[in-house]
């Protein structure tokens, strides 16, 4: 085994082993705090599988979040389902209504296909703000008897929506990374190159774009809802914000490094880092931010990851295949 697979490795466990112990040692605003990041690392690398390998750019992620969330939160309320159960049950129906919807944006190009994603999901918010059981458009918290049905205390409960999350992120890195490696994994990298040259080679493009879209349908859904049964409280606006959902989650992948698996994780801590130091600056966080995204845009086009990686050569996830003779 080579030096730099055992650092790796090593990492890896480590980054583990910190995830699994924290809650013994951490306390409850740490564990809040380690959920959300879960949550935008797994909607940060949904959607560099989409835009950074797919070419997939979409800016109405946020209808499936919103649609976990919801999803959830019905299944729980009317179904009498443990939320914690919905959650994979909201991530497999949010997957089947992104087949019908990809068919519907599918037929559109470029911006189009961008604007088209974001109409789907403001349709989405205007649509559950009409449904007078789920709150309409002031939305509703969960009953405190739905709520105990997770587990009977509230150590309990955050224990197991935390492991949740963090299960869900470590799961969302590896099987990105799991399918990058496969073949498959070779006809995304060729689609984000040049889509035009990979279909000439025969990689049916339409096919794998779509598998990816409803792939990062199902991820994003859940940690939709895990988000909103940590929240323990829903409302269209906040499900389906496209500044939380989508805004923050290019950032954090554009600024990390588009289309490299390290890239989110390097956004999510920077990100995270920003809004701590600057969150109490109002409207001049957005600004820094925006700022900082076009100042990384302009300087290191692939991402900080990128800069680092061209310097150094470092991988965390080694993509590349050596020819064996």
């Given at each position: 085994?080579?030096?730099?697979?055992t650092i790796r490795i090593g990492l890896g466990l480590a980054a583990v082993a910190v995830l699994l112990s924290l809650p013994l040692w951490g306390g409850r605003a740490n564990m809040r705090l380690v959920i959300e990041i879960c949550c935008y690392l797994t909607l940060a690398q949904m959607w560099n599988l989409l835009a950074?390998?797919?070419?997939?750019?979409?800016?109405?992620?946020?209808?499936?979040?919103?649609?976990?969330?919801?999803?959830m939160v019905s299944s729980a309320l009317f179904l009498h389902i443990n939320p914690l159960l919905a959650i994979p049950l909201a991530g497999l129906a949010s997957a089947l209504v992104a087949i019908p919807v990809g068919f519907l944006v599918f037929r559109l190009r470029g911006p189009y296909f961008a604007i088209g994603t974001w109409v789907v999901a403001e349709v989405f918010r205007l649509g559950f703000a009409q449904v007078s059981p789920l709150g309409g458009g002031s939305g509703l918290s969960l009953p405190a008897t739905v709520v105990r049905d997770m587990a009977p205390n509230a150590a309990t409960r955050e224990g197991l929506i935390y492991y949740s999350a963090a299960g869900l992120a470590v799961g969302a890195v590896v099987l990105v990374y799991i399918l990058l490696r496969r073949p498959i994994g070779l006809a995304f990298t060729a689609i984000r190159d040049s889509e035009e040259a990979s279909s000439s080679l025969g990689v049916d493009t339409y096919r794998l774009k779509f598998v990816v879209w409803v792939l990062a349908a199902f991820g994003t859904a859940l940690a939709g809802g895990i988000l909103?049964?940590?929240k323990l409280r829903i409302s269209p606006d906040a499900a389906f914000s496209v500044?939380?959902?989508?805004?923050?989650?290019?950032?954090?992948?554009?600024i990390g490094g588009l289309g490299a698996i390290e890239g989110p994780i390097v956004g999510v801590a920077l990100f995270f880092t920003l809004r701590s130091l600057l969150s109490n600056y109002g409207s001049w966080y957005l600004i820094l931010l925006g700022l900082l995204a076009t100042v990384v845009m302009l300087a290191a086009p692939k991402g900080l990851w990128g800069l680092v990686h061209g310097r150094t050569?470092?991988?965390?996830?080694?993509?590349?295949?050596?020819?064996?003779r």
């Amino acid at each position: 085994m080579s030096r730099a697979r055992t650092i790796r490795i090593g990492l890896g466990l480590a980054a583990v082993a910190v995830l699994l112990s924290l809650p013994l040692w951490g306390g409850r605003a740490n564990m809040r705090l380690v959920i959300e990041i879960c949550c935008y690392l797994t909607l940060a690398q949904m959607w560099n599988l989409l835009a950074g390998y797919a070419g997939i750019v979409s800016v109405g992620q946020q209808a499936w979040v919103g649609l976990g969330g919801y999803l959830m939160v019905s299944s729980a309320l009317f179904l009498h389902i443990n939320p914690l159960l919905a959650i994979p049950l909201a991530g497999l129906a949010s997957a089947l209504v992104a087949i019908p919807v990809g068919f519907l944006v599918f037929r559109l190009r470029g911006p189009y296909f961008a604007i088209g994603t974001w109409v789907v999901a403001e349709v989405f918010r205007l649509g559950f703000a009409q449904v007078s059981p789920l709150g309409g458009g002031s939305g509703l918290s969960l009953p405190a008897t739905v709520v105990r049905d997770m587990a009977p205390n509230a150590a309990t409960r955050e224990g197991l929506i935390y492991y949740s999350a963090a299960g869900l992120a470590v799961g969302a890195v590896v099987l990105v990374y799991i399918l990058l490696r496969r073949p498959i994994g070779l006809a995304f990298t060729a689609i984000r190159d040049s889509e035009e040259a990979s279909s000439s080679l025969g990689v049916d493009t339409y096919r794998l774009k779509f598998v990816v879209w409803v792939l990062a349908a199902f991820g994003t859904a859940l940690a939709g809802g895990i988000l909103f049964l940590q929240k323990l409280r829903i409302s269209p606006d906040a499900a389906f914000s496209v500044q939380d959902w989508t805004a923050f989650v290019i950032f954090i992948v554009v600024i990390g490094g588009l289309g490299a698996i390290e890239g989110p994780i390097v956004g999510v801590a920077l990100f995270f880092t920003l809004r701590s130091l600057l969150s109490n600056y109002g409207s001049w966080y957005l600004i820094l931010l925006g700022l900082l995204a076009t100042v990384v845009m302009l300087a290191a086009p692939k991402g900080l990851w990128g800069l680092v990686h061209g310097r150094t050569g470092w991988e965390l996830f080694p993509l590349r295949r050596k020819l064996i003779r």
